[in-house]
Antibody
Framework: QLQLQESGPGLVKPSETLSLTCTVS??????????WGWIRQPPGKGLEWIGS????????HYNPSLKSRVAISVDTSKNQFSLRLTSVTAADTAVYYC???????????????WGQGILVTVSS | QSVLTQPPSVSGAPGQRVTISCSGS?????????VHWYQQLPGTAPKLLIY???NRPSGVPDRFSGSKSGTSASLAISGLQAEDEADYFC??????????FGTGTKVTVL
């Protein structure tokens, strides 16, 4: 059974870089049918998709509103993938979820497995 | 800011049928991209409920059903149960293959 687990600092200072890692267990990250990505949810609000990357690193998609500050990377040797979000502000305070993004066909992309989430607070 | 619009809340008595709408545009749902639905129970991560407009993952009760028409989609819950009280989100994407989430709907069982 596939499991995803987020890890990283729960507190980040304004203007600094938020860095999170997702460890995948119960399956390989090196599968051509999947992308690996991140979604966030500010307290009491809805879901915001951040981006996803293929394990090969050759293809990725980012939310246009975050694209200039986001980078996702994949480490197949550790079965992990990571998120970096630069120049954070209080508006980036949220629960961050890692997830597996499945592609059934060219017009059907969805997150079929999620981590439990990690709360990251941006504050000095 | 989400481009998929859902009603903020819906409610129903146990056993009733409720529906949640998800309104998009010709750039996303209307362009032929599938709609998927997630259920988020209080304090937990979202869980895939419906994929590919109408399909249920293994383990999801057949009380949940999805449909899509034009630039909109709907999720129906029949035989509403207390355990269905949760937030529900629709999802689709656009030509950039960026995912789009709906605004979310809170379902209350009266």
């Amino acid at each position: 059974q596939l499991q995803l687990q987020e890890s990283g600092p729960g507190l980040v200072k304004p203007s600094e870089t938020l860095s999170l890692t997702c460890t995948v267990s119960g399956g390989s990250i090196s599968s051509s049918s999947y992308y690996w990505g991140w979604i966030r949810q500010p307290p009491g609000k809805g879901l915001e998709w951040i981006g996803s990357m293929h394990y090969s690193g050759s293809t990725y998609h980012y939310n246009p509103s975050l694209k200039s500050r986001v980078a996702i990377s994949v480490d197949t040797s550790k079965n992990q993938f990571s998120l970096r979000l630069t120049s954070v502000t209080a508006a980036d305070t949220a629960v961050y979820y890692c997830a597996r993004r499945r592609i059934d066909y060219s017009s059907s992309w969805y997150e079929d497995c999620w981590g439990q989430g990690i709360l990251v607070t941006v504050s000095s | 800011q989400s481009v998929l619009t859902q009603p903020p809340s819906v409610s129903g008595a146990p056993g009733q049928r409720v529906t949640i709408s998800c309104s998009g545009s010709s750039s996303n749902i209307g362009a032929g991209y599938d709609v998927h639905w997630y259920q988020q129970l209080p304090g937990t991560a979202p869980k895939l409920l419906i994929y590919g407009n109408t399909n249920r993952p293994s383990g999801v009760p057949d009380r949940f059903s999805g449909s899509k028409s034009g630039t909109s989609a709907s999720l129906a819950i029949s035989g509403l149960q207390a355990e269905d009280e949760a937030d529900y989100f629709c999802q689709s994407c656009d030509s950039s293959l960026s995912a789009l989430f709906g605004t979310g709907t809170k379902v209350t069982v009266l």
